[in-house]
């Protein structure tokens, strides 16, 4: 057994330089990029980003749930209450998926098990994170966190097919928190449910969070979610966070280009415009990162010092991050 | 006065080992040409459904459609492939919705090969035309979908509906999979073809953002009826149907000054599967009593407003 | 990791498979031997050291030699220039049953497929009738009727293919038929002939090329079981089957009679399954990486 060594003057979850690479038919696929980022207990951060932009990677490497084949952590530090969770041995890792972190998946019809009734999915994850064997108290720990979810106990003998998407997504809610989970990783846990059962579902979520004093990633692409949800906010740009800071920082003063461009490219309810503002281009081949900022072929600011080589994070205001060279032309730019 | 689509009395149903799935029912409106009718609802309240029957997707099980103030409800054979020709339809899935096993140029080319009305050097240069038309580049004309990113897709799609220069088209969810950034580049694009063509869009979505930006007129639907229709700035400014205000309060805001005051509901979603003569929100309306079990009719409130809801005139007073 | 890179792989069908299975040893290994064994069946005529069936009484269950490489049968016969030949049989009747069985069979599970209601229900319903008789069982009552001969036990043969074709493709067809391409193409005024033909089929196409080769593989097989009862192909053409069939009461006293022609047998499947599991892995897209 190799020596436990715990950090004591940690937040509680803390990602250092987190790099995750893929093999893919020969080529490198760098799917995350010199990842840092600090959570709190109670608190909420946003991982927000396109599609591939490696949030679900982040997450996965958290619990270490990458698959095996073709991917590895290349770098990087994972502190879960001053304990690198990288350098676990597997069977430690394992008392803590499920009990410690767990994670919502995306797809609410495909998590559960059609052919189990659904109250006993959640009593087995209660029994395989509990000591001891009796059957009743797990089940009575099932039907307890049914009702939390807002579903009756007397639907434990149910099966998901006769559930709802949103029925579903909120026993995958349950099951996520049936152990009472100190960190929650909800991977878009709404993007596939219409928007009057997403409403219900954040409401829980945010719920349970301040009753259970629980910390949250929340992955999205859905900056309404972000706004309505986090705390703070990590934008995520071909693998990399390019802007950081508390939720009002982001909003009001979005400073990366990238950040600017999302927030303008969606249709604005209260305001009529004869025409949107994308994006022009498309995200960067993962294989074939540019040189310089990754951002920087899309972007109208770009200089050639943008081109040249990595960017750093600076510093716009206290605790609000932004990983732009040319902040200050962007903000002139901008006005 | 000049419709280009007049849907009357509108009914899709579906049997199923359940009974009648009652997909759309009973729905009526007409879309101006040059104009867009927006669709909006939840999944499975059949609104793609109703777009796939109006261009003959689905066959209808009752009602009328007229396409320019002739009737196209029964066509078939040679009447019904013409018809078709003037009506066509974008997909919500870019990776679906293209043959993987065809080029881009053949996928594009396709309509005008089956239309039989052009010589090989007239398809040439139409295909051409439409892919400059819709901004792919002329490198990828020889690539293959997987190839292609979604918004890149989402073209290939918008190129094959506009071959055969149809009058009006369904766009059935067609931003929905992709990104914001590329949406927007969709929507521009979408946009600035109606312009330049005059076209007429049906255009089915569940983003009430997306559909706020690009519609004329909206039509609310719920469980395969339509609950609420009117233009869009009314809809969004003077919202009646209790559905409709529940559905644009949950919208999280991207504005974190201003937090939407939500109206969350409770309640089971009733089934499609042989519903009952009354309101089918009943059972999540914060509003229900017995009324609501009775037949609903659709009343105009206001010029061009139209809501389906017997208790309108009780409730509305406590709205602010 | 997502597609939307824009980042473009030509793909030019047959020279990504190639290309694909060029990185599996074992299929590249089948191809290597059955092509070695059809270039040689074709040339067999101009490499035979002996006529396949001239009879030297002299040499009667001579053993393999320089003179005979492997050796020669109850007649005197070449067993090497036999079974050389024999392949032309063997390896023929294999593809050209599959063929037409395959024809037949996806046409049959393409109408069945596309148009699904009752025309499914009858062609399936007819299907399990002929699928509830076991296959050697089948092929024998059709070979008895038929009577033995090349062409009659290919026919007998293509028939019990026939089933397992036309449900694979059916199968294939409902699966991608829920496609949106398909309304795509419906919407553009395609005749029900062309999306069958233009769209479903080509995109259906990759199971049934290893489901075919697979198939050869078991006709072989087959064939060569049939010909082992004397029903398929009759001596003194050397079929491998027959071959066998022939040498079976010698197995005591010259057991390499027995071991040439079903070591061909052997060798022959062998490669063909190779190549069909290397086939089935080039040809599938989510295998692709």
């Given at each position: 057994m190799h020596q436990k060594e715990i950090k004591?003057?940690?937040?509680?979850l803390s990602i250092k330089d987190l790099k995750v690479e893929y093999k893919s038919d020969g080529q490198i696929v760098?799917?995350?990029?010199d990842v840092s980022l600090q959570l709190e207990r109670g608190k909420t951060l946003g991982l927000v980003g396109e599609t591939g932009a490696g949030k679900t990677t982040i997450a996965k490497s958290i619990l270490r749930i990458?698959?095996?084949?073709?991917?590895?952590?290349a770098n990087g530090e994972i502190y879960l209450e001053g304990e690198n969770l990288l350098k676990l041995s597997e069977n430690d890792m394992r008392k803590i998926r499920g009990n410690k972190v767990s994670m919502i998946f995306q797809d609410p019809m495909t998590a559960l098990?059609?052919?189990?009734?659904v109250g006993d999915q959640i009593a087995e994850v209660v029994s395989l994170h509990s000591?001891?064997?009796?059957r009743a108290e797990h089940e009575k720990r099932a039907k307890e966190m049914l009702e939390i979810v807002?579903?009756?106990?007397?639907?434990?003998?149910?099966?998901?097919?006769?559930?709802s998407g949103g029925m579903k997504q909120r026993v995958v809610i349950a099951i996520a928190l049936a152990c009472n989970p100190d960190l929650l990783l909800a991977d878009e846990?709404?993007?596939?449910?219409d928007v009057t059962i997403q409403a219900q579902v954040l409401d829980l979520i945010a719920e349970l969070r301040n009753k259970y004093n629980t910390a949250m990633l929340l992955i999205t692409h859905d900056m309404g979610v972000v706004a309505q949800v986090c705390d703070t906010v990590a934008v995520i740009y071909a693998g990399s966070i390019i802007e950081y800071g508390t939720k009002q920082q982001i909003f009001k003063h979005p400073s990366h280009p990238y950040t600017i461009g999302l927030f303008g490219a969606i249709p604005d309810m209260n305001e009529d415009e004869e025409w949107l503002h994308p994006i022009d281009g498309l995200p960067p081949d993962p294989t074939n990162l540019p040189q310089g900022c990754s951002f920087s072929p899309r972007?109208?600011?770009?200089t050639d010092a943008c081109r040249k080589e990595a960017i750093g994070m600076y510093k716009t205001q206290d605790g609000h991050d932004c990983r732009c060279c040319c902040i200050e032309a962007v903000m002139k730019g901008e006005d | 006065m000049n419709p280009v689509i007049e849907v009357t009395n509108l009914k899709k149903y579906f049997t199923t080992p359940r009974g009648m799935l009652?997909?759309?029912?009973d729905v009526t409106f007409t879309i101006e040409r040059g104009r867009t009718l927006g669709v909006v609802g939840e999944s499975g309240c059949g609104k793609s459904t109703l777009g796939r029957t109006i261009i003959h997707l689905h066959e209808s099980t009752e009602g009328q459609i007229l396409l320019n103030g002739k009737d196209v409800t029964n066509l078939k054979g040679k009447d019904l492939r013409q018809a078709r020709e003037k009506m066509q339809i974008i997909f919500q899935d870019p990776y679906s919705s293209?043959?993987?096993?065809?080029t881009i140029d053949s996928t594009i080319r396709e309509p005008l090969i089956v239309s039989r009305h052009f010589t090989k050097s007239q398809i040439d240069q139409k295909t051409q035309e439409l892919m400059d038309l819709v901004g792919?580049?002329?490198?990828?004309?020889?690539?293959?979908?997987?190839?292609?990113d979604g918004g890149r897709r989402q073209r290939v799609g918008i190129a094959r509906a506009l071959a055969l220069e149809p009058e009006f088209i369904v766009c059935?969810?067609?931003?929905?999979?992709?990104d914001v950034s590329i949406q927007a580049q969709v929507l521009n694009l979408l946009k600035k073809l109606q312009k330049e063509k005059g076209l007429t869009y049906m255009f089915v979505t569940h983003d009430m953002s997306v559909v706020r930006h690009i519609s004329d007129d909206i039509c609310v639907m719920y469980l395969g009826q339509v609950v609420e229709k009117c233009s869009s700035k009314e809809l969004f400014q003077n919202p009646l149907h209790p559905y409709t205000r529940a559905l644009l309060s949950a919208?999280?805001?991207?504005?974190i000054d201003k937090p939407n005051k939500r109206e969350i509901l409770r309640g089971e979603i009733t089934s499609p599967?042989?519903?009952?003569?009354?309101?089918?929100?009943a059972a999540r309306c914060?509003?229900?009593?017995?009324?609501?079990?009775k037949l609903q009719k659709q009343e105009e409130?206001?010029?061009g407003h139209f809501v389906r809801c017997c208790r309108l005139q009780e409730i509305s007073s406590s709205y602010n | 990791m997502p597609k939307t890179t824009g980042h473009a792989k030509k793909q030019g069908g047959f020279a990504t498979v190639m290309k694909q299975m060029s990185k599996n040893k074992a299929a590249m290994l089948g191809l290597v031997i059955l092509s070695t064994e059809i270039i040689l069946a074709i040339l067999a005529p101009y490499i035979?050291?002996?006529?396949?069936?001239?009879?030297?009484?002299?040499?009667?269950?001579?053993?393999?030699?320089?003179?005979h490489f492997f050796g020669c049968d109850d007649m005197g016969r070449d067993i090497f220039s036999r079974v050389l030949f024999g392949a032309r049989y063997s390896i023929s009747i294999g593809i050209i049953a599959v063929a037409i069985g395959s024809a037949i069979g996806c046409t049959i599970g393409a109408i069945a497929g596309y148009f699904g209601g009752q025309v499914d229900n009858i062609i399936m319903r007819l299907l399990d009738i002929i699928q509830a008789i076991p296959g050697m069982l089948l092929m024998i009552v059709i070979s008895a009727v038929l009577g033995p001969g090349y062409f009659k036990t290919i026919i007998a043969l293509s028939i019990g293919t026939i089933s397992g074709m036309a449900r694979l493709l059916r199968a294939q067809m409902l699966k991608e038929r829920e496609n949106e391409y398909i309304e795509a193409a419906q919407s553009i005024n395609c005749s029900k002939f062309r999306i069958i033909t233009s769209h479903l089929i080509p995109n259906c196409i990759s199971p049934m090329i290893v489901s075919a080769t697979m198939g050869v593989a078991q006709t072989i097989t087959l064939a060569a079981g049939l010909s082992f009862i004397g029903l398929g192909v009759q001596p003194p053409i050397p079929e491998w089957g027959a071959m066998l069939s022939a040498a079976r009461q010698f197995i005591r006293q010259a057991p390499h009679l027995v071991y040439f022609p079903g070591l061909a047998i052997a060798v022959t499947v062998l490669a063909l399954n190779l190549l069909g599991d290397g086939l089935r892995d080039a040809l599938d897209p989510k295998l692709k990486n």
């Open positions: 004591t003057d940690m937040p509680f760098h799917a995350v990029n990458l698959p095996d084949i073709g991917s590895h952590i098990n059609p052919v189990l009734r000591d001891n064997n009796n807002g579903i009756p106990a007397e639907r434990y003998y149910a099966y998901p097919h006769q559930f846990p709404t993007t596939a449910l972007c109208k600011f770009a | 009652h997909a759309v029912d293209l043959d993987p096993r065809k792919i580049d002329e490198r990828l004309r020889k690539a293959y979908p997987h190839e292609l059935d969810e067609p931003v929905s999979a992709l919208i999280p805001s991207t504005d599967v042989n519903p009952k003569p009354g309101c089918r929100f914060p509003y229900a009593n017995e009324e609501c079990l409130v206001s010029p | 035979i050291p002996y006529d396949y069936s001239f009879m030297d009484m002299t040499n009667m269950f001579a053993k393999p030699s320089a003179a």
